[in-house]
Structures are given as structure tokens and as C-alpha cells.
């Protein structure tokens, strides 16, 4: 069972930068890749971020790709989405989510691989 927390969420302007910051329990979380998704009013969850459980691997939805990255920290148990050049398109509830994996080099863009979600923290960004 894990359990994630987002944080660092607020109001930018357009061509600000913002870390987002996902943070797990318990102890096994360097098993589990990673994925960062969100959701804009009206609209369906999106994929936009994926790291391998080693940090080695990332892919990115092609409308972020260039400005936005995924880290992790193991030892901290936390993972980041690093968003620059934000622009209004951008706002969005950002949710991080979890899957357990053998593999330390596979990543999921899909939604429905992914077993554990944070409860999302809200990016505005205004023009």
C-alpha cells in the first residue's frame, strides 16, 4: 500500500516555472515507477509525465516535452515535476500515481496501469 501526497501547486504567470512535489510512504517506494497526470475543468485526465522506478527513465507527453521533468529522490521517497515556460493550457489539477514494478526501467503513460493516486494539487497559470 502507498500512499502520495502532491504539493507545490498555486497561481504562476505565464512563463513561470513551478515544482511540483509527490511525496509517498512507506519503505518499498523505490519499486514503484511513477507517472504524473492531470485533469482540466471539463476535460479528461492526461498523461504527462512518466519516470521509471530507477530515475533512469522518463517520457513525456509531446505538449510538455522541453519544458517540463520528472525526478526522483528515493531516499526521500519523493518524486518531482519540475514546470517551466507554463503557459495558461497548463492549468490543471496535477495528480501523481504509483504502480509496483520487477522492472527498473519501465514507465506507463497509461492511467489505468497505475494502481495508487495523490488527491492532486491545483497549477493555475494566468496570461
Known amino acids: 500500500q502507498v500512499q502520495l501526497v502532491e504539493s507545490g501547486g498555486g497561481l504562476v504567470q505565464a512563463g513561470g516555472s513551478l515544482r511540483l512535489s509527490c511525496a509517498a510512504s512507506?519503505?518499498?517506494?523505490?519499486?514503484?515507477?511513477m507517472g504524473w497526470f492531470r485533469q482540466a475543468p471539463g476535460k479528461e485526465r492526461e498523461f504527462v509525465g512518466a519516470?521509471?522506478?530507477?530515475?533512469?527513465?522518463?517520457y513525456y507527453a509531446n505538449s510538455v516535452k522541453g519544458r517540463f521533468t520528472c525526478s526522483r529522490d528515493n531516499a526521500k521517497n519523493t518524486v518531482y515535476l519540475q514546470m517551466n515556460s507554463l503557459k495558461p493550457e497548463d492549468t490543471a489539477v496535477y495528480y501523481c500515481?504509483?504502480?509496483?514494478?520487477?522492472?527498473?526501467?519501465?514507465?506507463?503513460?497509461?492511467?489505468?496501469?497505475?494502481?495508487?493516486w495523490g488527491q492532486g494539487t491545483q497549477v493555475t497559470v494566468s496570461s
Open positions: 512507506g519503505r518499498t517506494f523505490s519499486s514503484y515507477a
Open positions: 519516470i521509471a522506478r530507477s530515475g533512469g527513465s522518463t
Open positions: 500515481a504509483a504502480v509496483f514494478t520487477s522492472s527498473s526501467t519501465i514507465y506507463f503513460t497509461s492511467s489505468g496501469r497505475y494502481a495508487y
